[in-house]
């Protein structure tokens, strides 16, 4: 299997920076943490960038990032549920019985 390796974007200025990030959220319906992974920086300058920076840059781009960070937001408690989920279905896949 072939890993694939994942390059952080070009950009110059923090307000090419909080551009780009804004359109690769919307791009990937990525979270905070998603897109700071991918750029190589922390999720606090990545909020920082999205929601400051990005207001101030382009505010079209920033009401579009938005939404999607507000989805985000209502799907969390979601995707915590199903992480709990698998966690003890793979712990009670062995066999073991919760008592």
Request: net charge positive; charged share 30%; with cysteine.
């Amino acid at each position: 299997m072939t890993r694939r390796i994942r390059t952080a974007p070009e950009y110059g200025t923090k307000q090419e920076r909080c551009v780009s990030l804004g359109k690769y959220i919307i791009g990937n319906n990525a979270t905070v943490r998603e897109a700071a992974k991918i750029y190589g920086i922390s999720k606090s300058t990545v909020h920082q960038d999205i929601t400051t920076r990005l207001e101030k840059t382009n505010p079209a781009l920033h009401k579009e990032v938005k939404a999607v960070l507000e989805k985000n937001k209502q799907e969390r408690h979601i995707r915590g549920g199903m992480a709990t989920k698998l966690k003890y279905s793979s712990e009670n896949a062995g066999g073991a019985s919760r008592l």
